[in-house]
């Protein structure tokens, strides 16, 4: 036995003196765990029930696999043309298994714990205590509001920033080489395949281009290294995204349809930018103000309350930084204490550019999920080229320890900044499907801008279905095109509408259901049901015995008057919207149908329209 030890500790010390094993495996033990972490919470939170989800992301993957393209119109509005690629394994893996598919989810945005440890690695060399302070500096980023918001969700900033944070940790890996290595071409397959996925990534393609520009070696290598970088993204770009972007430019005249139709003039689109502009500064003043208001107000930039105040202290700081290199400047200082490591210096660019980027593009605050898990980096950084070294680490700490407090605060008390959760159930998604006579003849028009669609993969496939009055900037012709479709199906024309949710009354169902799954558990739904019995008279609800079991459900005199009047006011709202296409429908005729995601009820109305006349 003493031998095997020998030889394990003669083996472990030579790895760890050529590779560094003790540091790798602890590395590799932090990386996993807080993926588990990341995994757990994801589950914890709840099944993903998002509006891009309700909107988008679930049709545009079944409208890929059943080839939609050419029957349905836009039923996701004007998201409805989006690169579907990144929803599909979430779509094909959520309807058998929701909280597998969470966790692996949640695990993988975790990855960027890793990425972000990787870089800071490589940005704070030379430092003694790097090996520590990566992985805590990484961990306060995936503390970050916009990371924890949609940690385990399909909105697709967590999940796309693993792919730029690996191109950023490859580009900073290159550095240390004197040619263009293969990490430059990986890294720039690895960038491709993250803007690919989510096309906002194109902002952080553009920085990382600009920083390998500004890097510390002469202008052929920097244009060499740029220009390896920007052929193999752009390459990846069009072999991934390229074939669908293709056929939207067959389909529509547009690659990216609708938005920036202002350049393609595609006919079933106004001419505008549709980019969402409601989030722009409206000045230059305001745009330099821009990190210190939407800190204090979050809803500048966010629909949701996202508070994070490490962008007023990064942008203090900034300036801080300026201003000290230079009067270091000026003051004749020493270029050597001046510069920083070519890591880093390409770190700071990347952040500075991309943030700039965003700013006037977006301006969305959830698109800067990567930079805000490596604004505590950046902040360790920026400290240490304003104050003196024992100094700067006390700043950057308190700094640190400061905008994480608040940032988990403020998140608990806005209900952790939720896009949309629902509880658990067995099945991720349901809907009642209603009677559709002749569904191959039938078009189903979904009415409004509320997100309708992802009903679609859960109803009668032969049917033909399209949005109208949506967020799609719709042309004249678009209406033509409606009503021409409407004239190509000989058969039933039906709307789905929304439908009102008396949110009280669902979670008082949902909690009957989950005293009902317990009784089960143990027994006490069968026989006289008495105990049963007993809650449901301290509840003020029914008992129901079938197939000899009890169950508690609501009272029959506990009616939905409110959200009946409320159906009727939707419908009467998607008659005059109908109107516009020359369709009529009775607003009487609706009936509701159940729908859900998780526990979370999402109802919608099934109307007949009748055809307009000749």
Known sequence: MSALRRRWQSATAFLDRRFG?????????????????????????????????????????????????????????????????LDVPYFLAAQHWPKLTAMVLGMWHGLAFALVAGIGWLALAGRADRARLAPLLALAGCLSAVFLSELGTTMGDNTTAVFVLAAVLMVLQATRREHVSWHWWLAGVVLGLGVSLKLTNAVYALALGVAVLSGPWSWTLRIQRAAALTATTTATIALVAGPWLWRMWRQFDNPLFPQFNGWFQAPLAIPVSVADQRWLPSGVIEAALRPIKFTINPFLVSEVPLLQVIWAVLYLLAIAAVLAWFLRRRAGGNRQDMAVNAPARLLLVFFAVAFVTWLAVFSIHRYLAVLELLAPLVLWLLAERVFAPALAARVAKCAIAATIAVTLVGSWLTGWGNWGHAGWTGTAFQV?????????????????????????????????????????????????????????????????????????????????????????????????????????????ADVLVGDGRCRMTTRADESGSNVAMANRALAETAVQTLARYGLLMEPGRCRVHAASIGAEAVPYQWCPVERPAH
């Open 21 to 85: 094993f003790h540091r790798v495996a602890n590395a590799v033990w932090a990386a996993v765990s807080v993926a588990l972490l990341c995994g757990l919470a994801s589950v914890w939170r709840g099944q993903d029930s998002n509006w891009d989800l309700r909107n988008y992301h679930l049709y545009n993957a079944h409208a890929w696999l059943t080839d939609r393209l050419a029957t349905d119109l836009a039923p996701a509005q004007l998201q409805s043309y989006f690169v579907p690629w």
């Open 432 to 540: 009642e499907v209603p009677k559709m006579d002749q569904p191959a003849q039938s078009t189903v028009l979904l009415v409004g801008t509320e997100p309708q669609a992802w009903r679609i993969a859960f109803l009668p496939a032969a049917a033909a279905y399209a949005s109208v009055g949506s967020n799609l900037p719709e042309s004249a012709h678009y209406a033509d095109v409606i009503r021409a479709r409407i004239a190509a199906r000989p058969g039933p024309v039906y709307a789905m509408v929304p439908a009102d949710v008396d949110n009280r009354m669902e979670k008082r169902r949902a909690r009957l259901a989950q005293i009902n799954a317990w009784a089960a558990r143990l027994g006490l739904d069968r026989g006289d049901c008495g105990l049963l019995r007993k809650v449901a008279r301290n509840r003020r």
